[in-house]
C-alpha cells in the first residue's frame, strides 16, 4: 500500500511542476537523475521525458 501511495504522490508532484511551468510560459521542464537510479528512468519515460544527454563533473 505505501508503495503504491508513494507512486500517486510522484505522479501528482510531476504533473503539478508541469503545469506550474505552463502557466509561466515555459516551453518544458528538464530534469536530472544519476545514471546508476536505472529503476527511476522508467518512471520519468513513462511521463514522456526523454534522455538527451550525459553530463560531466568533476568533484575535488
Do not use: D
Amino acid at each position: 500500500m505505501f508503495l503504491y501511495l508513494l507512486n500517486e504522490v510522484e505522479h501528482i508532484l510531476m504533473a503539478y511542476a508541469e503545469q506550474l511551468a505552463k502557466e509561466h510560459n515555459c516551453i518544458g521542464t528538464w530534469l536530472v537523475s544519476g545514471m546508476n537510479r536505472k529503476e527511476a528512468h522508467p518512471f520519468y519515460e513513462k511521463l514522456g521525458y526523454e534522455v538527451n544527454r550525459y553530463r560531466f563533473v568533476k568533484h575535488f
